[in-house]
Each structure stands twice: as structure tokens, then as C-alpha cells.
């Protein structure tokens, strides 16, 4: 008897399952996962760690869940969730009404939009699936390079329009406090602040859904994409 590997288990996962059926997975996924992160929200919005003056999350639960939902349910599950997920928080932000949702929604889309250009253009292998591809460290440290970069470029637009707008009593404000730099304020502590919050919520944005998609297998138990 020929023992089969993971993969060709995998593969034939996959196969046996109706693209009807996969569908209806993925969209129960994202409809679980957005629900999930509106109770988190819920439970840890007031007691979650933020930035001194800032008011952003140190680490983000809502976007941790996101992205483990992408990882897990694959692009279509994704992108759903992160819409449900938004719109069911809109409600219930009281500090920026729609527009945090937005910001969350714009910060965490960034980051997984760009592994899904990218395996658009990917080599096709056959037999991988594209989670495998996402799994493979190198190709993830890649994504989550490029991703963090288009997500401070978003967010870096975005501050820009808020504090010319809606936020402008706010902008003289705003100081680099948080890294013991009180001196620096107005739009040089915007800049560098969206460039050192971004990448910092970023690492653990990616490394904790990593590790507890990959690192748990939970890929392998649903093999769905």
C-alpha cells in the first residue's frame, strides 16, 4: 500500500468538494468569523492597550481574526468578512462613528489584498493549493512585506484627509509622546506616527494568524482553498 502525502490528501479534499458546497463554506466562514469579531469587539474595546495619545490599538483582536479568516476560508471568505465585520461594527463605534470601522477595514484589507494579487500571478503548480503557497514562510514575509507597505501608504492618505477635515482641531495635538519624543508635533508626528503604528499593529496583524492557522494546521483540518 503507497502511503499518501498530506498534500495529495489535501488534494483530494479538494476535489471531492463541490464548488457549490466549498461556496457555501466560505460563506459561512466569513459570516461566523465577522459575527466573531463584532462579540470580541464587544469584550475587549474597553480593556485592549492603546497608543498614548493616539487612541489606535496596540494589538488589534478584530483584524487578528479578519485575516484568520482569509487564511483559513481563502480570498472570496476574506474579503466578506472583513465587509460584515465593518459594517456590523459601525453601530457601535462611538469615537470615530463609520469612519473607524472604515479605517480598520482599510488598515486590514491592505494586507491581504496584495497575497491575493500576488497569486493571481503565481506559477501554477499543480497540486499546491493556494494556502500552501501563503504557507510557505519566504512568500509570506514577501506579502506581508508589500502589504505593510500599500497599508502605511493607505493609512498615511487617509490621516492626511482626517486631519485636514473632520480632525483639524486635533493636528496641534498630536505629538510623538508615546516613544518619548513629546517635542515633535503637528504633521511631522503624523507622519511618523501612521509610519510606526502601522508597522507595528502589522506584525502582529500577520504573525498571529500565521501562527495559529499554520502553526495549529488548522489549513490542513478544512483544506477548503
Known amino acids: 500500500m503507497v502511503d499518501k502525502t498530506e498534500e495529495q490528501i489535501s488534494e ?36 485592549i492597550p492603546r497608543v498614548p495619545g493616539w487612541g489606535i490599538a496596540i494589538i488589534d483582536p478584530i483584524s487578528i481574526i479578519w485575516i484568520i479568516c482569509f487564511l483559513v476560508f481563502g480570498t472570496k471568505s ?16 462611538t469615537s470615530l462613528p463609520i469612519i473607524g470601522p472604515l479605517m480598520k477595514f482599510s488598515a486590514t484589507f491592505t494586507l491581504i489584498i496584495v497575497p491575493i494579487m500576488a497569486l493571481k500571478l503565481y506559477r501554477n503548480e499543480e497540486g499546491i493549493r493556494n494556502s500552501q503557497k501563503i ?8 506579502f506581508g512585506l508589500f502589504g505593510v507597505i500599500l497599508r502605511i501608504f493607505i493609512m498615511m492618505l487617509l490621516n492626511y484627509l482626517l486631519f485636514i477635515t473632520i480632525l483639524a482641531d486635533w493636528l496641534a495635538g498630536a505629538s510623538l509622546g508615546f516613544i518619548g519624543l513629546p517635542g515633535i508635533s503637528g504633521w511631522t508626528a503624523i ?28 489549513d490542513k483540518i478544512f483544506s477548503i482553498w
Open 12 to 47: 483530494e479534499k479538494e476535489t471531492s468538494m463541490s464548488k457549490s458546497s466549498q461556496l457555501v463554506l466560505q460563506i459561512s466562514g466569513a459570516a461566523l468569523f465577522g459575527a466573531l469579531s463584532l462579540v470580541v469587539s464587544a469584550f475587549t474595546t474597553e480593556i
Open 78 to 93: 476574506g474579503i466578506l468578512c472583513c465587509v460584515i465585520g465593518t459594517l456590523g461594527l459601525m453601530p457601535f463605534d
Open 191 to 218: 507622519i511618523i506616527g501612521v509610519i510606526i503604528i502601522n508597522a507595528f499593529t502589522s506584525i502582529w496583524d500577520l504573525l498571529v494568524p500565521y501562527v495559529f492557522v499554520f502553526g495549529l494546521k488548522i
Open 135 to 142: 504557507k510557505k514562510p519566504r512568500n509570506y514575509v514577501v
